[in-house]
Nanobody
Framework: QVQLVESGGGSVQAGGSLRVSCAAS????????MGWFRQPPGKEREGVAV???????NSLDSVKGRFTISKDHAKNTLNLQMNSLKPEDTAMYYC??????????????????WGQGTQVTVSS
């Protein structure tokens, strides 16, 4: 049984930093594409960044240069370091995983496994 458990969300002022993590069980981080999605209140869920099984990454233009996605294979964990946070980054952040995305890395349809989410709130 696959489980993804997020942690590390919280509240921060604009310009600050947060790190969210996703602990995986039932899958190995090496063999899966793992990513972060976010869903602001009243809006659709959008892809933030993904790191593929070969180590390559894809990310949303608006987070490039600010967010860094990484895997810790020893801990079977996915991380997202978020710097220079903006109020528009406020959302529930979800971890997602699947063997390999085939169409669009940012489509929710590409991922079978999801965590429950962790809230990130950025105040101005």
């Amino acid at each position: 049984q696959v489980q993804l458990v997020e942690s590390g969300g919280g509240s921060v002022q604009a310009g600050g930093s947060l790190r969210v993590s996703c602990a995986a069980s039932g899958i190995t981080s090496r063999g899966y594409s793992m990513g972060w999605f976010r869903q602001p209140p009243g809006k659709e869920r959008e892809g933030v960044a993904v790191i593929n099984s070969d180590g390559t990454t894809n990310s949303l233009d608006s987070v490039k240069g600010r967010f860094t996605i990484s895997k810790d294979h020893a801990k079977n964990t996915l991380n997202l370091q978020m710097n220079s946070l903006k109020p528009e980054d406020t959302a529930m952040y979800y971890c997602a995983a699947d063997r390999k995305w085939r169409g669009s890395w940012s489509s929710t349809d590409e991922y079978r496994y999801w965590g429950q989410g962790t809230q990130v709130t950025v105040s101005s």
